[in-house]
């Protein structure tokens, strides 16, 4: 299935159906400010479980990220000191992922690592989701073979073609890009980047 929302001005309803969506279990695909992403709600195992499984990645040897709607609500599922915070809010919302140490709020498949990817995106349709949700959402890139056109991870109704049958729905926000976040590891309160991707990251 897919639904087709916009940066502003969205129906309500179509947002209320998301959420009720995402608290119960489902997994869908929606855009960010890099790449079009398969989330779900962020403290529900099952359905983390059931994006490892589309993705092909072991949450034991993966760090697993979460999409945040604000920076106060960050700080309940990860430990952020004063320096990560300015730097945060520098660079926040925008296209990073900062792995930071993760708090006892978040379920258990993510406490065996102990970090935490996190991801304020620069678009508007995952944060109002996320803030109606009131709660993460866990967010990872679709998966993608080299030798695949790009097209299957940046047109919303290729994506629904190839991934429909494994989400519950696909949002359509125009059409996405193909360049992944930069990823900023502050967990031993060093700043170092890990992968260089869209965001040119800014000292605080």
Known sequence: ????????????????????????????????????????????????ERICRIKEIDPKKNNLSIICYDLSSISEYAKVDNNIFKLMKRNLPGPFTFILNGTNRLPKIFRNRKEVGIRMPDNHIIREIARLLDAP???????????????????????????????DLVIDGGIGGIEPSTIVNCTDGEVTIVRQGKGELEEA
Do not use: S, W
Not at 15 to 33: A, E, F, K, W
């Open 1 to 48: 299935m897919i639904l087709k929302l916009y940066e502003k001005n969205n129906n309500p309803q179509d947002l209320q159906r998301i959420v009720d969506l995402l608290n119960d279990g489902g997994l869908i695909i929606y855009p960010t400010d890099t790449m079009y992403a398969i989330g779900c709600h962020g403290l529900k195992e099952r359905a983390i």
């Open 137 to 167: 959402i866990m967010t990872t890139t679709l998966p993608h073979d080299e030798h695949e056109d790009i097209e299957y991870i940046t047109d919303p109704e290729l994506i629904d073609e190839k991934f429909g049958d494994q989400v």
